[in-house]
């Protein structure tokens, strides 16, 4: 049980390259995500899907597309990377269920993407 | 809109003192709050999350909805608590999603 894959694990790119990162999961889980994490700023979400087929919007989705084909992958394309997309990608993925009367929310991460955009 | 702030962006404290990571939030639905870890060169990680009102790693938060903070305590640091702390809100609707403070990066000195 590898929980939560990203593919790559480190990559660079020169400006208006492009490039897809992948995240896979084995829990069976229905939700995922894309972040970046920047020094300063936390986590922010980039797009994330409630399900095979379905794809929304985040916080900062511009210069991001996504695609959820399969159920346990979810991936993240750059179309033209810019050195503001340099950064450090995380996936997660969350089972969607009920607990104790809500919607259980943990969300379990993958090892992360370390991209550098020249 | 939703938001999670976190006003330390570095904690230091020597072994054996008490800590104490702080966080606000503002959200105008039922919040549901979580503490994620992250140790050097690890994955984030679960620590807490306010709904299940346990004790990990000797952690605990406590949902104060008057002062709208979750704030993260544990009365005698370890070395290896020195990680990145983030705390988050889930919404209830629209997938889950999670909005995460800026962070807190906590070093344990022995």
């Known amino acids: 049980n590898a929980g939560v894959t990203q593919t790559p694990k480190f990559r660079v790119l020169k400006t208006g390259q492009s490039m897809t990162l992948l995240c896979a999961q084995d829990m069976n889980h229905e939700y995922m995500y894309w972040y970046r994490q920047d020094p300063g700023m936390g986590l922010r979400l980039i797009h994330y899907s409630v399900g095979e087929g379905t794809t929304a919007k985040g916080e900062v989705p511009d210069g991001y597309n996504v695609s959820r084909l399969k159920k346990q992958n979810f991936l993240l394309g750059l179309e033209s990377a810019a050195p503001s997309q340099t950064s450090v990608y995380f996936c997660?993925?969350?089972?969607?269920?009920?607990?104790?009367?809500?919607?259980?929310?943990?969300?379990?991460f993958g090892p992360g993407t370390r991209l550098t955009v020249l | 809109a939703q938001r999670v702030t976190q006003p330390e962006k570095l904690l230091s404290v020597f072994k054996g003192a008490p800590v104490e990571l702080k966080c606000n939030y503002s959200?105008?639905?039922?919040?549901?709050l979580f503490w994620y870890v992250q140790y050097s060169r690890q994955r984030l990680q679960l620590l807490l999350r306010h709904i299940s009102r346990e004790s990990i790693k000797g952690f605990t938060a406590d949902l104060n909805k008057g002062e709208t903070s979750f704030h993260l305590k544990k009365p005698f640091a370890q070395e290896e608590d020195s990680a990145m702390y983030y705390c988050a809100l889930s919404q209830e609707t629209s997938g889950s999603r999670l909005t995460f403070g800026e962070g807190t990066q906590l070093t344990v000195n022995p």
């Open positions: 959200y105008s639905g039922s919040p549901e």
């Open positions: 997660a993925s969350s089972s969607g269920g009920l607990d104790r009367g809500r919607r259980y929310n943990e969300q379990f």
